[in-house]
C-alpha cells in the first residue's frame, strides 16, 4: 500500500527557514516525477513544486527562488527547503506524484507569524 508521510513544519517568523521531508512508500519512487502540494481552510489545493524523474525541477510563481525541491531515491524521499517564508506560505503541505495520483498523506504545518 502507498505511504506517504510528510514532516518538518512548525511555526516560524515571516524571513525564517523550514526544510520539509516526505517518505514515500508503496510505488516504484525513481520511476514518478515527485511534487509539494499546500492547502489552506476553505481553499483548493494548490501545485507549489515538481522535481521529475532525471531532478528536472519546476516551482509555482509565489514559491520561485524561495524554496527548493529535491529527491533522494535511495531513500525514497522527497524534500522541500523553503527560505524567505512569508505569512501566505502558512498552509497544511503535502506530498505526492506530480499528477497527485495516490493516496494523500496527512500533511505538515507551517505557520509562519511574528
Known amino acids: 500500500q502507498v505511504q506517504l508521510v510528510e514532516s518538518g513544519g512548525g511555526l516560524v517568523q515571516p524571513g525564517g527557514s523550514l526544510r520539509l521531508s516526505c517518505a514515500a512508500s508503496g510505488f516504484p519512487f525513481s520511476l514518478y516525477g515527485m511534487a509539494w502540494f499546500r492547502q489552506v481552510p476553505g481553499k483548493q489545493r494548490e501545485w507549489v513544486s515538481s522535481i521529475d524523474i532525471d531532478q528536472t525541477t519546476i516551482y509555482a510563481d509565489s514559491v520561485k527562488g524561495r524554496f527548493t525541491i529535491s529527491r533522494d531515491n535511495t531513500k525514497n524521499s522527497v524534500d522541500l527547503q523553503m527560505n524567505s517564508l512569508k505569512p501566505e506560505d502558512t498552509a497544511v503541505y503535502y506530498c505526492?506524484?506530480?499528477?497527485?495520483?495516490?493516496?494523500w498523506g496527512q500533511g505538515t504545518q507551517v505557520t509562519v507569524s511574528s
Open positions: 505526492n506524484t506530480r499528477w497527485g495520483d495516490k493516496e
